[in-house]
């Protein structure tokens, strides 16, 4: 098992992490019945492709002996009235260093191929752009 959910009343989960016992809440949206005091559910998911992306490329990048320590991912999600869903979500990668065009071309092809981009169902728009310094 991965994690432990909890509902907590008022459309607020906890969710714990088991390997670290970490703990994340989760909040309704104001626009969905909720009071929006911490991630929506599918903010956790739109935020997890910007997370696993880099995740990916500084794993890559480790082979490549480039640092993107310091570098930055916004994620913006945009939702679906009928029926209620994600429909599109922007990552802007701002990265920290300049590598070479090679390297540039390797790194962005691992961050398209992390494992969310790739369980993300096709119908959700995905609007990637890379940012290099």
């Given at each position: 098992?991965?994690?432990?959910?909890?509902?907590?009343?008022?459309?607020?989960?906890?969710?714990?992490?088991?390997?670290s016992g970490t703990?994340?809440?989760?909040?309704?949206?104001?626009?969905?019945?909720?009071?929006?005091?911490?991630?929506?559910?599918?903010?956790?998911?739109?935020?997890?492709?910007?997370?696993?992306?880099?995740?990916?490329?500084?794993?890559?990048?480790?082979?490549?002996?480039?640092?993107?320590?310091?570098?930055?991912?916004?994620?913006t999600k945009i939702?679906?009235?009928?029926?209620?869903?994600?429909?599109?979500?922007?990552?802007?990668?701002d990265l920290s260093?300049?590598?070479?065009?090679?390297?540039?071309?390797?790194?962005?092809?691992?961050?398209?191929?992390?494992?969310?981009?790739?369980?993300?169902?096709?119908?959700?728009?995905?609007?990637?752009?890379?940012?290099?310094?």
């Open positions: 098992m991965t994690s432990k959910i909890t509902y907590l009343g008022d459309l607020r989960t906890s969710s714990i992490h088991l390997q703990e994340i809440f989760s909040d309704a949206p104001k626009d969905n019945h909720g009071k929006g005091e911490a991630f929506s559910p599918t903010d956790l998911v739109a935020n997890a492709l910007g997370s696993c992306m880099i995740s990916i490329m500084a794993i890559k990048s480790r082979d490549l002996n480039v640092d993107l320590i310091n570098s930055t991912v916004s994620v939702m679906q009235a009928e029926p209620r869903k994600i429909a599109k979500i922007i990552i802007v990668l260093v300049s590598p070479t065009e090679k390297n540039k071309i390797i790194l962005e092809r691992a961050a398209m191929t992390c494992p969310v981009f790739l369980s993300l169902n096709t119908d959700i728009e995905k609007e990637i752009t890379f940012n290099w310094l």
